[in-house]
């Protein structure tokens, strides 16, 4: 399984942007960059993934570098809902639902 | 639209005791993955199903086992209870090659 690695925390102010690191150095070319976040107490959420292209929805960002070894969940006004563990996952897309999670980013909103 | 449901939420079991959980996925998911969650080793993956067939397994000894039903309703087991084995058991229901949608998990507690 291919590996990522996350700082283990950051800190964010409320409604300021956040950018969420990712190394992924070992990446194929079939692996999809997921993210996933849990927030206390509950399962983990799906955030958002992605291939190639940055990738937008309702809840974040996702830029990845063109050589793919890297990318960045962003999400762009911090709430306090968002605090939670962020999880970047690599998943080989048509293979196994197997998610591998490494320990993530905790990443904490200041009022 | 319904959520991946776990039951039951908490559970405490003596030592050598056998344990079961239950997982009702998302209408439509066929896709069943259970994992995993402790202080120390954080998020692990168990085992998945699909179409009532364990297609992935993860790296627990053969007391987990699970299965899966034509409903796609999962079940997993654990014998012998260890001490080792309190955690957060979550499950993971997805349609093919799409994001998994997580349960609450189950908080079982062997003493």
Known sequence: ?111 | KAGVTQTPRYLIKTRGQQVTLSCSPISGHRSVSWYQQTPGQGLQFLFEYFSETQRNKGNFPGRFSGRQFSNSRSEMNVSTLELGDSALYLCASSLRDTEAFFGQGTRLTVV
């Open chain 1, 1 to 111: 399984d291919a590996k990522t690695t996350q700082p283990n925390s950051m800190e964010s102010n409320e409604e300021e942007p956040v950018h969420l690191p990712c190394n992924h150095s070992t990446i194929s070319g079939t692996d999809y960059i997921h993210w996933y976040r849990q927030l206390p107490s509950q399962g983990p959420e799906y955030v958002i993934h992605g291939l190639t292209s940055n990738v937008n929805n309702r809840m974040a960002s996702l830029a990845i570098a063109e050589d793919r070894k890297s990318s960045t969940l962003i999400l762009h006004r911090a709430t306090l809902r968002d605090a939670a563990v962020y999880y970047c996952i690599l998943r080989d897309w048509g293979g196994s639902e197997k998610l591998v999670f490494g320990k993530g980013t905790k990443l904490t909103v200041n009022p």
